[in-house]
């Protein structure tokens, strides 16, 4: 068959599969922007997008697939082409969480225990050659299948060393990858093993172009490249072994009118009733996360408490709604924190609730509509991660608000270049300066709240997953 004018490549793909109980093979499609945005490229069925099978229904799925392709099985996959790769469960296993999740996550999200982790002795070896089998996996598959002169773009921190590799077979194509978390300074970075680190780097050399979502990230990886490469940079290109790539930033916003349209959908509404009855008049704060590392859900929460501690006239006038919905939990560090999130609730719960009143609210089971429904009743919206390479919610919490949200949002996440000017910032290490934030946030007048809300929903539509996607195809 003729080869595909435009490759996406990424770890998770639009569809995946779970074994029923009569042993069938049950697809359900996801969201997100890069759906949206993929789904957007195609340009009538001329886009591929290649991705990995995440487990063993994937893995049946895609082996009984001609060459992986789901659309060619007859999978429903909304239109888009797709090639689920069924790499072997170890080299995933090892690729997935010992080095993208709980390494370059974390080097990038800078969430090492220094004194402890990270630590590359010989098991390493093995892990960093998963990752290495992987990547590699990818690369041959697309230059298997891209057209002569394509455009392909390689997505995230799982894929950092596919750039280079399929470079080396496909000359003629043209290349990008675009890192989805933050980026770490030199001095940070260098905590990975100095083959690590410049495998990384020049893995990603390999690409035309490389993106980011903020300044901020794409700065430290040039930083980066001229620090332990020795590369030259200039204005926005690294100049490397005879290449050059250049470095864009391209800030994923949101699809305003997709997402109202699912926010007014019977489920959502229902749900906005069930928690308006549990919350009653009262002044509503919320945070939507994963229960993930980086996200600082437990700061968060002391700030609530301390809020209560040191405003008494919050109590029961607020109800803080927290949706902590577990992430990544074959990672022992995620199952503790996940715990840990729920023994604190437990700890602002006995020490403030009343016969009349719960302060807080929380779930940890993923419901997406409950989310959307929580976020068009939002008076505040808590956001403070400790690094954050954009943060969607942010954006959508203005997006969906009915009154108008007042947003406490850390300067640590990348949506602070853009949202910043209007919400209340805040050091995501500082309890107390994010609980006097809240405080601010709460006491907002009507109309400011409103004029912000309004200011954060125009940014936050401004580079919708289209047009973001657009942009990548473009800086190629």
Same mark, same amino acid.
């Given at each position: ?141 697309? *230059?298997?299948? *891209? ?330």
């Amino acid at each position: 068959m003729p080869g595909a004018n435009i490759l996406v490549a990424s770890n998770r793909g639009p569809v995946t599969f779970r074994l029923g109980d009569d042993g069938s093979l049950l697809l359900s499609r996801g969201g997100g922007g890069l759906v949206s945005g993929v789904s957007a490229a195609s340009n009538g069925g001329d886009a591929l997008w290649v991705c990995a099978a995440l487990g063993d229904a994937d893995r049946l799925a895609a082996t009984n697939a001609p060459n992986g392709r789901l659309d060619l099985a007859g999978h429903d996959t909304g239109g888009s082409a797709v090639r689920m790769l069924p790499i072997d469960e170890t080299t995933f296993r090892r690729a997935y969480n010992a080095v993208a999740n709980a390494t370059l996550w974390y080097v990038n999200h800078t969430l090492f225990d220094t004194p402890r982790t990270p630590s590359f002795d010989a098991q390493w070896g093995d892990y960093w050659q998963a990752y290495t089998d992987y990547n590699q996996a990818f690369a041959d598959a697309l *230059a298997e299948d *891209a057209a002569q002169g394509a455009q392909v773009l390689v997505q995230d921190y799982h894929l950092m060393l596919a750039p280079a590799m399929l470079r080396a077979q496909r000359p003629d194509l043209h290349i990008g990858h675009f890192t989805h978390t933050p980026w770490a300074e030199p001095s940070y970075f260098s905590l990975l093993a100095d083959d690590v680190a410049c495998g990384v780097l020049t893995g990603m050399l390999g690409a035309d172009a490389v993106g980011f979502l903020s300044p901020r990230w794409a700065e430290a990886f040039v930083r980066c490249c001229v620090r332990l490469l020795g590369a030259d940079a200039g204005g926005d290109t690294v100049h490397y072994n005879g290449r050059s790539t250049r470095v864009h930033v391209h800030p994923l916003g949101v699809d305003g009118e997709e997402l109202r349209n699912r926010a007014a959908q019977p489920d959502v509404a229902v749900r906005r009733e069930a928690l308006r009855r549990r919350v009653g008049d009262r002044r509503v704060i919320v945070r939507i996360d994963r229960t993930e590392l980086s996200k600082n859900i437990i700061r968060g929460l002391h700030a609530y408490r301390e809020l209560l501690r040191s405003r008494p006239e919050h109590r029961g006038n607020v109800v803080h709604v927290v949706f902590a919905y577990p992430s990544r939990h074959d990672l022992p560090d995620y199952r503790a924190y996940t715990a840990d999130v729920q023994r604190v609730a437990r700890e602002i719960d006995d020490e403030f609730a009343t016969p009349g009143w719960s302060p807080l609210i929380l779930e940890v089971n993923d419901d997406y509509a409950r989310s959307l429904a929580a976020l068009q009743l939002a008076d505040v919206l808590v956001i403070n991660p400790l690094r954050d390479g954009m943060n969607l919610v942010a954006k959508e919490g203005p997006v969906l608000s009915e009154n108008g949200v007042a947003l406490v949002l850390s300067r640590e996440a990348g949506a602070a270049d853009e949202l910043g000017d209007s919400a209340l910032l805040v050091n995501p290490y500082d309890v107390s300066g994010t609980a006097a934030a809240i405080h601010e946030a709460l006491l907002l007048p009507p109309d400011v709240r409103r004029e912000r809300s309004a200011q954060l929903a125009a940014a936050a539509v401004a580079l919708p997953p289209r047009e973001w996607l657009q942009a990548q195809i473009t800086s190629l």
